[in-house]
């Protein structure tokens, strides 16, 4: 059965340093996603993404985040200077119906 | 008032027991309702996609929508040690790239 993939599992960073999450979502899916959770609280929204531009955005995907599709499997969320706040579990998922997510990675910035 | 208001939990039941997970909303918007299925550190698993009030079944589980009453459910059956996990409701007002807004989560253990 098919299904969203996510690299790193687990990313370590100093705070102030640039990060890259790597998603490759199903491969006849139209929508991406990315949400985050921080420890012990809900899934949220980060921002989606279709036909090679953003779809919508939460208050939290400030000018710091970044998403880009570079090629036609690859989806990348890209934190540009990371705070301690922005450490979480980043989910990436994908749609053509219903969201399917990956496994997620574990952002811990120190 | 959040959007999306899960039965807290935790719930703890017996092997074999029925169990039901209970989300209300507040957004007569949303269109579509999903329940997720997630272990702790892992990312949330798809269980049941409906748009439409009315219940739909797969195996085991349930998923009952009452969009008159902002109400939806998720039925376990013979519950197993296995469905011991955090579920999730989530909804979104259109497929087209809409965001899922999700509950709370609510923790299951099933004890053997």
């Known amino acids: 059965e098919p299904e969203v993939t996510q690299t790193p599992s687990h990313q370590v960073t100093q705070m102030g340093q640039e990060v890259i999450l790597r998603c490759v979502p199903i491969?006849?899916?139209?929508?991406f996603y990315w949400y985050r959770q921080i420890l012990g609280q809900k899934v949220e929204f980060l921002v989606s993404?279709?036909?090679?531009?953003?779809?919508?955005k939460s208050e939290i995907f400030d000018d710091q985040f970044s998403v880009e599709r570079p090629d036609g499997s690859n989806f990348t969320l890209k934190i540009r200077s990371t705070k301690l706040e922005d450490s979480a579990m980043y989910f990436c998922?994908?749609?053509?119906?219903?969201?399917?997510f990956g496994p997620g990675t574990r952002l811990t910035v120190l | 008032q959040k959007e999306v208001e899960q039965d807290p939990g935790p719930l703890s039941v017996p092997e074999g027991a029925i169990v039901s997970l209970n989300c209300t909303y507040s957004n007569s918007a949303f269109q579509y309702f999903m329940w997720y299925r997630q272990y702790s550190r892992k990312g949330p698993e798809l269980l049941m996609y409906t748009y439409s009030s009315g219940n739909k079944e797969d195996g085991r589980f349930t998923a009952q929508v009452d969009k008159s009453s902002k109400y939806i459910s998720l039925f376990i059956r013979d519950s197993q040690p296995s469905d011991s996990a955090t579920y999730l409701c989530a909804m979104i007002l259109n497929t087209n790239a809409g965001k899922s807004t999700f509950g709370d989560g609510t923790t299951l253990t099933v004890k053997p």
């Open positions: 993404f279709y036909n090679n531009e953003i779809s919508e």
């Open positions: 491969s006849n899916h139209l929508y």
């Open positions: 998922a994908s749609s053509l119906l219903a969201q399917y």
